[in-house]
């Protein structure tokens, strides 16, 4: 439990711009030695530690993190929580990758015993790599979710997360019914969303497992209640997109058969988006309905690469996120997820400068999400979810650090060779829920 009134101490980066549309410079916010003000969970002011420190009542405990960089919390966009146990599983491409390896890991979560350990697992495991919030898939059983949130709300972590539907094309055991999941998905938000930090997600897997009438009745639920997410899979893989084009042979795109379902709007979240057009481009810009790149999933799966920067258009920019996307992602580190972003746009011929990158880590992600009144960035008035990362991590990363002269490099140098290990401590509502070098036992299998 974290002191009323406390503060952190250290070099701190956040955002007071879109580094995509204001450029790096006008974007990053760099306070060499910040102080960072915490009450009852928090941000209530920010600034130059010689500044601010005089402000202090006397007697507030103060945390100072020398040679650290303080950061918002990541925010993933995209994950899979279900599929912990799998991650790195060899050898197939999206649909097969389903059958073969994901459908039955996920029958797994009948049981809610099962699904409340690996959720106690994947959360703990979120933490330590400085992710504070996440959109979440759980499987098509409630209790998964339930199973899910209880956990989450123990720690008072603020997620977005639902119930899977699918009504077709999934074994026996993995199918609900067009009425049965909406009845379910009811019942837990009125039992999760607008519960402490937990929102909900109405959450139809991909068009291929959801009839028309399930995706239909998705769409009446997000208009039941205020404020509810949407999140779904689009255009990630060739043979995929060519299954959708005959299972909807009316619908001029893939994202035709979720906007005629009414799904298509803000709060809405797409998952992968690689082979899409500049229509689909529009009607999310349009709309405020996010897309989620997940590059060491699109690779990972050989699905193609993400046109980030197209995405991003200043004449009619998408709300663009991160997502680990884990288990066909391959981390649940924001900072190997950057490694691999980069790599994508060099495939592309495009740069990501590192502010760019740290932005859609954070504060871009909270937007893509409509949450960035409250979370992603380090300002009063926000929530105090914050990482502490360590570019001194590893003896190959110290090194490196010691070579850098400016706060580009820095980040730079974090997010191609940071990993859980550069991420020191977590901060979720102001209180300290991840300590690296203390919890390093507590942590190990
Ligand atoms: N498309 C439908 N379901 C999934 C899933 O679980 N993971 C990924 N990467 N794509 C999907
Ligand atoms: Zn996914």
Request: proline residues 6%.
């Amino acid at each position: 439990q974290a002191p009323v009134r406390h503060a952190l101490r250290g070099r701190a980066v956040t955002f007071r711009a879109d580094p995509f549309q204001d450029g790096p410079t006008a974007a990053l916010v760099h306070e060499p030695d910040a102080l960072i003000v915490i009450e009852d969970g928090h941000i209530t002011a920010f600034g130059p530690h010689d500044a601010l420190r005089p402000t202090l009542p006397e007697g507030t405990p103060v945390t100072t993190y020398p040679r650290a960089v303080i950061s918002a919390g990541f925010v993933d966009t995209h994950v899979h929580y279900p599929q912990l146990p799998m991650i790195a599983a060899y050898g197939e491409q999206l649909l097969e990758w389903l059958e073969r390896y994901t459908f039955p890991t996920e029958a797994r979560y009948a049981d809610a015993g099962y699904a409340a350990r690996v959720a106690r697992r994947f959360l703990r495991e979120l933490l330590r790599a400085g992710t504070t919030t996440a959109a979440v898939y759980c499987t098509v059983h409630p209790q998964s979710v339930d199973a899910f949130f209880t956990e989450s709300a123990r720690l008072d972590t603020r997620m977005v997360a639902g119930k899977v539907l699918m009504d077709r094309n999934a074994p026996d055991a993995l199918r609900d019914t067009a009425q049965g999941g909406y009845d379910d998905s009811l019942a837990l938000i009125d039992r999760w969303h607008g519960n402490g930090r937990q929102l909900y997600a109405v959450t139809p897997r991909f068009a291929a497992t959801s009839t028309e009438r399930q995706l239909d009745l998705a769409g009446s639920l997000l208009r039941q209640r205020d404020g509810l997410f949407m999140q779904t899979h689009l255009s990630e893989n060739v043979a995929e997109v060519e299954w959708i084009r005959r299972l909807f042979p009316s619908r001029r795109s893939y994202l035709d058969v979720y906007a005629h379902a009414g799904l298509v709007g803000p709060r809405g979240v797409l998952g992968h988006g690689v082979h899409v057009d500049e229509d689909t481009f529009h009607t999310c810009h349009a709309t405020g309905c996010a897309m989620a790149h997940c590059p060491t999933s699109n690779l990972f799966l050989g699905s193609g690469a993400f046109r980030l920067f197209d995405a991003l258009d200043p004449r009619r920019p998408v709300r663009v996120g991160l997502g680990t996307d884990m288990g066909a992602g391959t981390s649940l580190s924001q900072l190997q997820t950057l490694n691999e972003a980069y790599k994508v746009a060099q495939s592309t011929g495009r740069r990501l400068h590192p502010v760019q990158a740290f932005w859609l880590a954070t504060a871009g992600g909270a937007r893509s999400l409509h949450l960035d009144d409250r979370i992603g960035t380090i300002a009063p008035g926000i929530e105090a979810d914050l990482c502490v990362l360590d570019p001194y991590a590893t003896p190959l990363m110290a090194q490196r650090a010691e070579e850098c002269d400016t706060i580009e490099d820095l980040l730079f140098v974090l997010m191609m060779l940071g990993d859980d290990r550069s991420v020191r401590a977590t901060y979720v509502a102001g209180a300290l829920a991840h300590d690296r070098d203390h919890d390093r036992d507590r942590d190990a299998p």
